[in-house]
């Protein structure tokens, strides 16, 4: 149960941009929450709100990712309102490889020194590969961006990122059988929304999520496919088994979350911890046993949606998302949302590929689906 609240340090806007935070666990650990703000085109219709990074005063003082490029100057001025000089850091936590959770790491590291902790993957996924194609829409990103989705007014921002990052070297590689920095701490690899996703267990009472389980919304899962793009730049052997990529990977992600974070009492994700000028209290299993539903019951809508008529990704999204969703680039991420649930349904044999090339797809009138997932409710 949980008995310690979140007290609020510094007030923020009303989406938590800005705001400071502060849990105190049970031994007495101070974990402060930073809203550093985020850059995107939502405007009114979507929005993500800050993200949210973890700094854990101690012996060695340990930050949970770096928020997104371009905001170190943000990120310091947060840090020194809870006293903490960027000198003071001596671990740095990355939950996976994307802008808005890794962006200032090189500043970040090269000012502090910090150890640098990370998925094995990670250095595959900031790394480039010329001369690897492999159906990549940007075989000229880097591994973590090969099938990026941004439109290119978005991602020409990231170029100066993408190569600043690539020069990281990390240190701590974090493996299934890998030591955590120390007691307090026990890594989860989970996979789902990047091949590179982790999730830090602290002191086994708060989980530091990363976008695995983030509160009020769910992560875009990876697709299968993009294994078959990024196949020759994983680590060896990795992601052959859907084990990298992919929605059935996430909820493989989710299970062991929800098995193996019974006692954890409080999430503290990466996005929405703080909203609509509130905080959001939840328990990561039952979070984790809450998502695992909510794709289960996308998959039934979506066969639903199909019933007998041969539909294409955006047809199909049309009828699953609210209008407000689809705007601007909302439209590619909510087909991509449904391909995600197309890849399982097709792997369970409930629905067939009509045209491959087009994505468009007919159910078989099997609800296979249902099998695969009880096995993790
Ligand atoms: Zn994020």
Known sequence: MLLQKLEIIQEGKSNGEGIIMRYRTRRGTDIFCLGVPLFYESGEDWDLGPTFCYLIPGKKTTLIDSGQFNRYE?????LKRVGCDVKDIGRVIITHSHEDHDGNLPELIEDSGAELWAHYAFSNMIAYYH???DGASHPDFPGSCRCCLMPDRFNRNCLQYHEKRSHLKIGHPITEASDPPGPDYRFMLTPG????SICTVFEE?????GDTLLATITPHPTLMLEYFVNRRILPEG???????YGLMSYINSLYNLKTQCRDVDLLLPAHRLFEKGKINYLKPSDRAAEIIIFHLERCGNILKILDNRVLGLD???LDLFEPRLRK??????SQREVMSHLELLAICGDIEWVNSNKFTSRATGSNNYKEFFAKYI
Request: glycine content about 12%; overall charge negative; cysteine-free.
């Open 315 to 317: 047809e199909i999204s």
């Open 131 to 133: 001369g690897i194609d």
């Open 328 to 333: 601007g680039w909302g439209r590619f991420l």
């Open 238 to 244: 990795y992601g052959s088994q859907n084990d990298a």
């Open 193 to 196: 929304h990047s091949p590179d």
């Open 205 to 209: 009472e708060v989980l530091l999520s």
């Open 74 to 78: 943000l990120l310091k001025a947060l």
